[in-house]
């Protein structure tokens, strides 16, 4: 069996382009897991992926169950897997009030964060069950909006998980709806989600990789300003985001070089340092990235990973 990656969020932007990028040559196969199937399907054709490489399956990060039922299915259909990659997400900016899952946790960090954790968790023995000459790793996509040590992060609302005490109340809109226990503010528990994501990364580092043999990385591909991640966004943002990214910051990058930089993180052999925050330089070369204080806190990546353990109802 050729080497197997599954992508989450695989239908649009960063998701469907590394998709392409991993599926078009042969050498992998591509599992699209994905919230919408017909959706995927149409996506992947536009793309012109050969239909041989790629299989669609359907996983929705806001429902537990749904999570579960798709690592079932995976199961059942008997591939090896050498990859996950976590790159899904929402991000409700706009929203005046917070919305919840089936399971009763904020839409966005059951999402980027609980969903993914429960996944990850779950795939581990799958992916340790790899050939021996397999790379096996766990990439999770970050983000410099999480990032309080660059321009970006710095713009307000900033991430802070502060002491959890929300996350640890549930999350369920009773005692809290945000990690820090704060009022809501959308575009914050994105930024939250993905600090969650890096930190998530770094623990999982520190426990499991010698362990398990698993690289656990993480990456900030640039900013891809055109995806359907800003599809809540007011209309006027979504005219001037990309021009100001491309022209004033520079930050920009298209979804096509976007999915190569995720591509890479998932194969290069070079790209094998587990705990790393792979970034690129203008010249689109890979460089290991320094991460935020918050992201560098240990006692807090521990008692997040120990906290969504519990919430999940993990051992
Ligand atoms: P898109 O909105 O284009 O892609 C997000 C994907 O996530 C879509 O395929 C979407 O599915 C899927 N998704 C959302 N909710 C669920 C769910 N409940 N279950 C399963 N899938 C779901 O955004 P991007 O490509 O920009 O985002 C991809 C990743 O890149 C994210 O992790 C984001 O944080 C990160 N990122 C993006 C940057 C940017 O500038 N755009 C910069 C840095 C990081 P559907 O198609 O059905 O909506």
Known sequence: QKPTVIITGASSGLGLAAA??????????????????????????????????YTIMHLDLAAFDSVRQFVENFRNSERRLDVLVCNAAVYLPTAKEPRYTADGYELSVATNHLGHFLLTNLLLEDIQKAPEDSLKRVVIVGSITGNTNTLAGNVPPKADLGDLRGLAAGL???HASMINGGDFDGAKAYKDSKVCNM???????????????????????????ETGLFREHYSLFRTLFPPFQKYITKGYVSEDEAGKRLAQVVRD??????????????????????????????????????????????K
């Open 172 to 174: 369920d809109g009773r």
């Open 199 to 225: 930190l998530t990364v770094r623990e999982m580092h520190r426990r499991l990789h010698e362990k398990t043999g698993v690289t656990f990385s993480s990456l900030y591909p640039g900013c891809i300003a």
């Open 20 to 53: 392409k990028a991993l599926g078009q040559d042969g050498d992998w196969h591509v599992i699209m897991a994905c919230r919408d199937f017909s959706k995927a399907a149409r996506a992947a054709q536009a793309q012109g992926i050969p239909k041989e490489n």
């Open 269 to 314: 052999p070079k790209l094998d340092k587990s705990g790393t925050y792979w970034s690129w330089s203008n010249d689109s070369e890979s460089f290991e990235n320094q991460v935020s204080e918050e992201v560098s806190d240990g006692e807090k990546g521990r008692k997040l990973y120990d906290l969504s353990m519990k919430l999940l109802g993990l």
